[in-house]
């Protein structure tokens, strides 16, 4: 069964080796995320092939390969046309004590009126077991979609993410330029990590990570970018892959998803990250039913907007349907999946060519920029490109008003908190 898999293995390794020395071993380009977290997707259900009993075919062989060329393609057309190779000068910001004392009273705030929401949510939902059940209950609903929180904790969670990520600038910030600890400008961590666990997902936590690693090599670059300093960065993304893991199965402790001897670490980390790619099989080689809704499967933050303002639109649907394997299943198909049920191949083909460029142009302008808000800002939207292979993300999440909220949110606390 795993023969597919170690072919599919060996051709992204190759690609991804490939734009690795192209790109003189820049592990932050955009397309080498891309694929090595594709080559990692697929490793990972390779190594659980025949425990698990899926296997893959020439469809997903070709589809795989197929986005990764595109995707890096895409980044080198942006790498070709981009000029400017000067960056500005780094200048020095600060935040004064009355201001982390006025943001941890409004973290402060956020987390509690979060948490009362939580928390009469899952007593409607009949929780018996307290404050200690009421992460479990709540998350067993949303995943059921029965349940989901309102708009309200949805804008306080974006308060509390803008003013954690300024500050968390500043201390990234402080610590590569000054080579100073500034402790104080951790604090907004003290609420902001209980509001991601009151959420019940996880992402949030994988979106924390990405930023501070994004951010934190940008800077390094600025202050250095020579060959050594690129295969430190690697070794930081390796640290932060580790870092992160340990947190996730920390986090599913809140919703019942804890190691067994059954469930271990890998079992977790294969079930999330590795099962996409032979559902990815499974979704090629079956009959959809057609649909008259446009993007269907890509599109859902725009039907919802839209149904807001109070246009008569079809319910399109956000969660995928579960696909079985022996003892166990899921419903995530890799972002590829949702594209072409969308816009068949060649749209595939096209869109994951435009997004590598534009994350390609995106990166290299922030790169050669010292102002906060544009590296901060492409420090929250990096995480699509860590998720491609385990779900889409970029249409999911940015074609929404979302990311306009969080531009506006930074805009504003990078001009209240950052001093220069």
Not at 61 to 73: G, Y
Not at 339 to 361: N, Q, V
Request: charged share 15%; with cysteine.
């Amino acid at each position: 069964m795993a023969d597919g898999f170690v072919s599919l293995f060996v051709a992204l390794l190759i690609i991804l080796s490939a734009t690795v020395i192209y790109f003189r071993l820049d592990f932050m380009e955009p397309s080498v995320i891309f694929v090595a977290t594709m080559t990692v997707s697929v490793f990972l259900s390779m190594i659980f092939a025949e425990q698990w009993g899926f296997s893959i075919g020439i469809k997903t062989f070709f589809c795989l390969t197929l986005a990764a060329s595109a995707f890096v393609l895409g980044n080198i057309f942006a790498d070709r046309c981009w000029r400017s190779t000067q960056i500005t000068p780094r200048g020095a910001i600060s935040i004064g004590n009355e201001k982390i004392f006025a943001a941890l009273i409004v973290m402060a705030l956020m987390l509690l009126f979060n948490f009362i929401e939580s928390y009469e949510m899952s007593m409607r939902l009949g929780n018996t077991g307290g404050v200690a059940d009421m992460i479990r209950v709540n998350r067993q609903a949303i995943e059921a979609q029965t349940a989901s929180f309102s708009r309200w904790t949805n804008y306080r969670s974006m308060i509390a993410q803008a003013i954690t990520y300024t500050f968390l600038y500043a201390f990234i910030h402080h610590f590569i330029f000054r080579r100073e600890i500034v402790a104080r400008y951790l604090a907004p961590l003290i609420f902001y990590v209980p509001i991601l666990i009151l959420n019940t997902g996880r992402m949030g936590l994988l979106c924390l990570v990405v930023y501070v690693l994004v951010v934190a090599s940008i800077l390094r670059q600025r202050l250095s970018d020579r060959i050594a300093d690129r295969l430190s960065i690697a070794k930081s993304l390796i640290g932060a892959g580790i870092i992160f893991a340990a947190l996730f199965m920390m986090m599913g402790v809140f919703t019942g998803k804890t190691v067994s001897e059954t469930r271990t670490p890998m079992v977790i980390l294969a079930h999330y990250a590795g099962l996409s790619i032979p559902a990815l099989d499974v979704f090629l080689n079956r009959d959809f039913v057609e649909t008259t809704a446009i993007g269907s499967f890509t599109l859902h933050g725009i039907y919802r907007a839209l149904g807001t303002l109070g246009f008569d639109l079809p319910t399109v649907p956000l969660f995928l349907p579960f696909v079985k394997f022996v003892g166990i299943d899921t419903n995530v198909y890799t972002a590829e999946a949702r594209y072409i049920h969308d816009y068949g191949w060649l749209g595939m083909t096209m869109i994951l060519w435009i997004f590598g460029a534009i994350y390609s142009f995106a990166y290299r302008f922030v790169r050669a920029r010292a102002t906060a808000l544009p590296l901060m800002f492409y420090g929250f939207c990096a995480y699509p490109l860590f998720l491609s292979s385990i779900d889409e993300r970029v249409m999911l999440d940015f074609f929404s008003t979302t990311p306009i909220y969080i531009l506006i949110l930074m805009w504003a606390t990078d001009k209240i908190f950052l001093k220069r």
